[in-house]
């Protein structure tokens, strides 16, 4: 069997690896390294792609959340409301920029962001809504964008692990006011270092998000507002353009290993699998379970004993991280946040897991609980 892993990005690489050595070779050959024609080509593709009108690829999809708020005008003190339980940039811009984040929880199946929490925790400062679409599926968004016109708020999707998605038959990052992802390998549209893009159907705000990646620069060397130095390098882009064909069967790759395990699992008592949110697809970036008999990090250690590695997303509530100023919450608002961290343990899920892979890991689960 091979060797099992949370991401298996040499199995992947070896289906592909004329088209792409062929492609980081023309790059080479071309010398055209920092917006060349590959991260052009990129751009329009992947454009098609979503169905959208503008995409502004930057540096990785940390500086795509930090450029998408720049781009807002938002005043220091303004409130920003997004997911307790997600991955940190997405506050970490926030307080970056001098904004305050308001966190809210998460719905305990679906692990995403609440819309009566975010309705609830809409002050007079607040100025937008990051709605995160954890592991793989969209928020909902027919809410969160009813919420964001009541009360005319902008709405940033973060993308960065739903790539590919569909809300309602549009693209996951193109339905509120600015979408951002990631090309971080091991996401779903992963490049071989660091990468990320913006979306946005609104021109002006387009045009604004492109002159901030670039130093705040419209014109050569005239400078209207402080930037950022954000780029999507050429090799990069010329990886991005050979995987992008095949990120539709990357996920179907991905729901099939889901339905698997989902089959599996559903006769377990002690474990809850991950449950579909309405209108969306699922592109499974994680494959995230719930052990609910208290033993979820004994299972983690004898999963690792045999050779399966398993990973806790995430551990630790935003609002309980040291790095961010965010007190003055209490638990009580915070119950599923609260059990998810101590429940949720997420199985290896990539595009090249095998049938033999499979049926070991499900087999060690089950061995595990009986
Ligand atoms: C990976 C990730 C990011 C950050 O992307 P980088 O390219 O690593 O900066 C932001 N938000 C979420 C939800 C992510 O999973």
Redesign the pocket.
Same mark, same amino acid.
């Given at each position: 069997m091979r060797k099992l892993q949370m991401v298996d990005l040499g199995a992947q690489y070896q289906k592909i690896k004329k088209d792409i050595d062929q492609a980081i070779q023309g790059v080479i050959d071309s010398s055209a390294f920092i917006n060349g024609p590959e991260v052009k080509n990129f751009q329009s593709e992947l454009e098609s792609y979503l169905n959208v009108k503008h995409v502004i690829p930057c540096g990785?999809?940390?500086?795509a =959340?930090q450029i998408a708020l720049m781009a807002l005008d938002l005043q220091p003190g303004d409130e920003v409301i997004t997911a307790d339980f997600?991955?940190a940039?997405?506050v970490e811009v926030i307080h970056l920029l001098g904004l305050k984040s308001v966190l809210v929880d998460v719905d305990y199946d679906t692990y995403l962001i609440d819309p009566e929490k975010i309705r609830a925790a809409i002050t007079p400062k607040t100025k937008a809504i990051i709605p995160?679409h =954890?592991f793989g599926q969209c928020a909902n968004m027919d809410e969160i964008m009813k919420i964001a016109k009541e009360h005319n708020l902008y709405v940033v999707e973060?993308t960065?692990?739903a790539i590919g998605a569909e809300y309602k038959g549009q693209k996951a990052g193109t339905i509120g006011t600015i979408g951002t992802t990631?090309f971080?390998p091991s996401?779903n549209l992963g490049c071989y270092g660091?990468g990320?893009a913006i979306f946005t159907n609104d021109d002006a705000l387009a045009h604004k998000m492109r002159g901030i990646c670039n130093h705040g620069m419209y014109q050569r060397y005239y400078h209207d507002e402080i930037g950022v130095n954000s780029r999507l390098d050429s090799v990069q882009a010329a990886i991005l353009r050979v995987k992008l064909p095949h990120l539709d069967d990357y996920s179907k790759a991905r729901k099939k290993a889901a339905d698997f395990y989902n089959e599996a699992f559903a006769d377990v008592d002690a474990l809850l699998t991950p449950k579909f949110a309405e209108d969306t697809t699922h592109v499974f970036h994680q494959y995230t379970m719930r052990v609910t008999n208290g033993k979820r990090n004994e299972l983690r250690d004898f999963l690792e004993s045999k050779g399966i590695p398993a990973m806790i997303y995430y551990p630790v509530p935003l609002r309980k991280q040291k790095a961010y100023d965010t007190g003055g919450y209490q638990d009580a608002d915070f119950p599923n946040t609260n059990k998810l961290i101590e429940e949720v343990i997420s199985l290896p899920m990539h595009t090249e897991l095998d049938k033999e892979q499979l049926d070991f890991i499900v087999s060690s689960v089950k061995e595990f609980f009986n």
């Open positions: 990785n999809g940390t500086d =959340l997600t991955f940039a997405t995160v =954890l973060d960065a692990q990631s971080f996401k660091d990320g």
